[in-house]
Nanobody, 124 residues
Framework: QVRLVESGGGPVQAGGSLRLSCVVS????????MAWFRQVPGEEREAVVR???????TYAHFVEGRFTVARDNAKNTLFLQMNNLKPEDTVMYSC??????????????????WGQGTQVTVSS
């Protein structure tokens, strides 16, 4: 069973940085299509960034230039480096994995596996 566990969220002041981690276990099929999503309560979940099996990335416009995704295959971990955080980045962040061998999309409905989420709170 594939399991994703996030960590690294917490409180931070505007302009500060955090690094989220997502440890993947239970999967031995090489790189997965993975993504970070965020969700404000009562709103639709939206993709922050996705990274495909070849490590090509697609960022949402609202984080481009501030957030960077990276994968450490030796540690089975996906990271999200978040710099220059803004109060509007206050939200629950979740990592997700999609086992589809052909596509890597930003539609949350296609992702097979999800972590429990980690809360980021940015104060002004």
């Amino acid at each position: 069973q594939v399991r994703l566990v996030e960590s690294g969220g917490g409180p931070v002041q505007a302009g500060g940085s955090l690094r989220l981690s997502c440890v993947v276990s239970g999967y031995a099929g090489g790189n997965l299509c993975m993504a970070w999503f965020r969700q404000v309560p009562g709103e639709e979940r939206e993709a922050v960034v996705r990274i495909d099996k070849g490590d090509t990335t697609t960022y949402a416009h609202f984080v481009e230039g501030r957030f960077t995704v990276a994968r450490d295959n030796a540690k089975n971990t996906l990271f999200l480096q978040m710099n220059n955080l803004k109060p509007e980045d206050t939200v629950m962040y979740s990592c997700a994995a999609d086992s589809n061998p052909y596509y890597c999309r930003t539609n949350d409905k296609v992702y097979d596996y999800w972590g429990q989420g980690t809360q980021v709170t940015v104060s002004s």
